[in-house]
């Protein structure tokens, strides 16, 4: 059965850092890895999507990168900012994903400091 | 704008009590999903429905049920056989395969049901 793992629970950083968030996972035949963000009591928004066959993502400040016979995913922010704040999720999607359901980790809590 | 819209926001409920989210999506997707989301905890995925008018059970859907009637609509029952029904709900629809961002999952706002 797929687990997904996030290390650490919780950061905080001051402003302007540069942070890595770590995801991993039990079985590597992955559909595609995405990480979310979640602003307290509210819905995710889908930052990054990396497919099976890539191993990395951009999106301005964000890079996530996947090594999937290893079972790793990290998201990258460059020069944090306060707004970055926020929790991080990462899912994998199995394969025989076509149902396309999604195996969460329990994310990462991110605290970046004026 | 497209999107989907999770009602109500706040829900409180005896208990006993059935109660019914609803999730609506206006993006033409086929597929649609609820997760339960508990505090430290990741999402857990309750039901899911690939087409209208069929569902399947996800890893704890029991206390739950599900209807597909339309393709925009998928509203979940949280019935007083859930025992421990606190929680925030999350819907969330998926993009097709063959449609640019595909299998990326759009999520709603959710929706916090407590029980008194």
């Known amino acids: 059965k797929q687990e997904v793992t996030q290390i650490p629970a919780a950061l905080s950083v001051p402003e302007g850092e540069n942070l890595v968030l770590n995801c991993s996972f039990t079985?590597?035949?992955?559909?595609?890895l995405q990480w979310f963000r979640q602003d307290p009591g509210k819905g995710l928004t889908s930052l990054l999507l990396i497919q099976s066959s890539q191993r990395e993502q951009t999106s301005g400040r964000l890079n996530a990168s996947l090594d999937k016979s290893s079972g790793r995913s990290t998201l990258y922010i460059a020069a944090s900012q306060p707004g970055d704040s926020a929790t991080y999720l990462c899912a994998v999607m199995n394969y025989g994903g076509s149902q396309g359901n999604l195996i969460f980790g329990k994310g990462t809590k991110l605290s970046v400091k004026p | 704008d497209g999107g989907i819209t999770q009602s109500p926001k706040y829900l409180f409920r005896k208990e006993g009590q059935n109660v019914t989210l609803s999730c609506e999506q206006n993006?033409?997707?086929?597929?649609m999903y609820w997760y339960r989301q508990d505090p430290g905890q990741g999402l857990r995925l309750i039901y899911y429905?690939?087409?209208?008018?069929?569902?399947q059970k996800g890893d704890i859907a029991e206390g739950y049920s599900v209807s597909r009637e339309k393709k925009e609509s998928f509203p979940l029952t949280v019935t007083s056989a859930q025992k421990n029904p606190t929680a925030f709900y999350l819907c969330a629809s998926r993009h097709p395969e063959s449609a640019a961002g595909a299998n990326v999952l759009t999520f709603g706002a959710g929706s916090r049901l407590t029980v008194l």
């Open positions: 429905s690939q087409i209208v008018n069929d569902f």
């Open positions: 993006l033409n997707h086929d597929a």
């Open positions: 079985d590597s035949a992955i559909y595609n």
